[in-house]
């Protein structure tokens, strides 16, 4: 069974400073990964998603993420943080042979002026 | 319409009571999934359609807990004789082909069982 681990509860950042947070998936092959926020009252956005190829991928909103396989990770990250990505943020992964998505339990961030 | 949309936004049920949530899928949309999110969780998987068939219904956590989607376009989540344990959000999101790999959310609908 595949899962996820977003290992940070809580961040709290600084408006302009960079972010990054941490996701490690448990899956033996190939794994489809996915970052998606969730602001308060919202349903989930898709920010980016890896299936496979240049394991640094673009998102939306100006979000990166990168997929290392000999570490089970796939972080993301944003240079310059600004205060609507004031949200929480949700890792996820999927298969060709699974195609629900399993979700890691969220991290939530803050952005301080 | 232009995302999945879901009603109603919030329902209160008193214990024992049965309710019916909505998903109207993004037109043309094979793959739908319902997903539950307790309060500070991750949502996890329910079940999944593909058309009107419904090939995984793993998640669901009860029997008393059904779902439908009879004409391959809108599905209505059933739970039954509701408990507070069953109190969370839940979430509908859909995807084009089969499989559906990148899925899109609905906005959920906050059940609160008192």
């Known amino acids: 069974a595949q899962s996820v681990t977003q290992p940070d509860i809580h961040i709290t950042v600084s408006e302009g400073a960079s972010l990054e947070l941490r996701c490690n998936y448990s899956y033996g092959a190939t794994p489809y990964l996915f970052w998606y926020v969730q602001s308060p009252g919202q349903g989930l956005q898709l920010l980016l998603k890896?299936?496979?190829?240049?394991?640094l991928v673009q998102g939306i909103k100006g979000f990166e993420a990168e997929f290392k396989r000999s570490q089970s990770s796939f972080n993301l990250r944003k240079p310059s943080v600004h205060w609507s990505d004031a949200a929480e943020y949700f890792c996820?992964?999927?298969?060709?042979?699974?195609?629900?998505?399993?979700f890691g339990a969220g991290t939530t961030v803050t952005v301080r002026a | 319409g232009a995302g999945v949309s879901q009603s109603p936004r919030y329902k209160v049920a008193k214990r024992g009571q049965d309710v019916a949530l909505r998903c109207d899928p993004i037109?043309?949309?094979?793959?739908l999934f319902w997903y539950q999110q307790a309060l500070g969780q991750g949502p996890e998987f329910l079940t999944y359609f593909q058309n009107e068939a419904q090939l995984d219904k793993s998640g669901l956590p009860s029997d008393r807990f059904f779902a439908e989607r009879p004409e391959g376009s809108v599905s209505t989540l059933k739970i039954q004789r509701t408990q507070q344990e069953d109190s969370a959000v839940y979430l509908c999101a859909t995807a084009t082909g089969e499989g559906g790999y990148e899925q899109y959310f609905g906005p959920g609908t906050r059940l609160t069982v008192t």
């Open positions: 890896y299936f496979s190829g240049d394991t």
């Open positions: 996820a992964v999927s298969s060709p042979e699974d195609y629900k998505l399993s």
């Open positions: 037109s043309g949309h094979v793959s």
